[in-house]
């Protein structure tokens, strides 16, 4: 199975300026996205797509391709990353032909481990999923501690179970979206809209490796996590 790997990174971060080139625990944040992709041996490219020429360049001199740059209205911050995604394989499509998978491989999840990449691949090859995506175990429920405010200003739990429940562990499991990776079909990308109209599978990791940075607080949790998982393995 051909597959290609990209990572998304656009410029003009504003909750964690410069975000995609940020030194994070001895190199900027993108290479250890790259640094992931390429230890997966199916992986047979790794290309980044942004619109900032900055990026590439650190890009390129971590290992990954920039073939490209995203045309600036893919990369502002209300563009769905979905377009991105159509943009980069409609280049492929055009420059030698679509891969049988397309692998996502977010800045913003600096803790994966190559292995989530593996077990995401894995289960796209089953032949049973459109996307696979990665989520963690939720810290809250819609059934049980999360509410929404009506409009007299009372609150109410977000879906109201169909019994009484006392318990988080009485109602049913749901789970965070996680940016470690996605897999997904490129023809299921270029002909429909948005990731959950098709057939949708997921591979669970554990929280400590689907920290998604978005904030300066998010950025200090992942290094002090990275720091102790580095004193652990010395």
């Not at 001895?26 to 790794?46: D, F, L, N, T």
């Amino acid at each position: 199975m051909k597959t290609v790997a990209f990572i998304f990174a656009r410029g003009g971060s504003k909750g964690l300026p410069g975000k995609n080139v940020l030194p994070f625990c001895g190199k900027p944040m993108i290479a250890w996205s790259i640094a992931h992709a390429k230890a997966v041996e199916r992986i047979e490219r790794v290309i980044v797509s942004t619109d900032d020429e900055a990026i590439a360049t650190v890009a390129r001199e971590h290992g990954a391709e920039t073939p490209f740059l995203r045309p600036a209205e893919l990369a502002r911050d209300d563009s769905p990353e979905w377009l991105a995604w159509r943009h980069a394989l409609i280049y492929l499509h055009e420059n030698g032909g679509l891969p049988d998978a397309m692998v996502s491989v977010p800045v913003t999840a600096p803790l994966r481990e190559p292995t989530d990449i593996e077990r995401c691949l894995d289960v796209f090859e089953t032949g049973d999923a459109d996307v696979v995506v990665t989520v963690s175990e939720a810290h809250r429920s819609p059934y049980f501690n999360m509410v929404r405010q009506n409009e007299d200003g009372t609150v109410d739990l977000v879906i109201a179970p169909a019994a009484k429940v006392v318990r988080r562990q009485d109602v049913p499991a749901v789970f965070d979206m996680a940016t470690v990776a996605y897999v997904a079909a490129p023809h299921f990308v270029l002909t429909r809209e948005v990731m959950f109209d098709g057939r949708v599978r997921a591979v669970s990791v554990p929280a400590e490796r689907a920290i998604d940075i978005d904030t300066l607080l998010d950025f200090q949790i992942a290094e002090c996590l990275m720091k102790r998982r580095r004193h652990e393995h010395d």
